[in-house]
């Protein structure tokens, strides 16, 4: 009898050392950690937040540029299909990479246009972006599989969201897959502390642009030390109990910031880009040319940072159903004001 006692026993305490271990939400709450624990969490999300609303705003500068490419290219006489929505893929189905995918598909981006390569493609990743049964299954619904350069090959606009420290060997897989691609690829990085330089010379390729965030300002300017600051902020949320990590406000203040630090040297990519794009028979026509490389900058770059420390950017809401117009004019209005030239867009239809 004590022998049975004994040996369920035994299989219940194996049992709950089988058992995966858990930690109780409410640990995590604003009044359970330090400032500055806290600020880290809030920190981190809001990095995320910014990163993947970077990386859809340059997706959104891609398409449009691909649109005006493939309008002089017909009107140049050259023959072909019109221009789809580009080919998105994410390398990297952790935090950040999941982050993008919802980014665009939570704004209608066909699920078919964008594909993901992870290590673990049949495995959804325990991150924020992925906390609702509804971001659940939008991550679902992308195609999922491991295959770097197959990603790279199928690609228009291929968007970096590995972890820096693996940039050495998926580069290995990117570089030749790359030059061997049938039309340019756009390479949008999103890795932390990896120059443009470093990118360019390990994808073999110029056509490269990243998603830069200033972290520091992300709680907005101040002359604290950085830390000091985000632990004021913290004991500030602490107070309120219900306050939001994320804020879209100043994730899209960020985002229009932080791009327009580099509009100069994304307007050059963004042009390189759409003239490789474009075909031998406008590059062989030296005025085409010249008006694609004038239309790029002005109606895709231009008119997105002209207002210097003004925001122009405002979140999307529903712009992938109604047209390429109507989708850059929702992105770039604010205050009912429309910051696109209507001049450039009737020439480049």
Known sequence: MSSSRSSSGALAASSKEKEPFKVRAELYAPTRL???AFAMFRLRALVVDVIAHECLVLVLLAARTALTASAIRHGAGSSGAPAQLPRVGILGGGHVGSAVALALLQHNYPTERVAISTRQPERAPKCDALQSPQAQA???SVPKYYDNARLARESDVLVLCMPPSQL???AIQLKHALSVSAAPTLVLSALCGVSRELLQKSCGSRLVARANVGVAELGGASALPSEARLAGEAVALQEDSTASVSNEESVVDVTARELARDAEQLAQVLTDWGLRSSGEQVAED???ESFLEEAIR?????SMFAAGGDTPLVPL????VSGWDDLVVVTLKRGGQDRLGGEGMRHAR
């Not at 002005?298 to 231009?302: D, E, F, L, R, S």
């Not at 809401?317 to 992938?320: K, N, R, S, Y």
């Open 286 to 288: 030296s005025e085409a």
């Open 317 to 320: 809401a529903q712009p992938w």
């Open 34 to 36: 330090t400032p500055k």
């Open 168 to 170: 050495k060997s998926v």
């Open 298 to 302: 002005q109606q895709v770059c231009a």
């Open 138 to 140: 939008l991550f679902h």
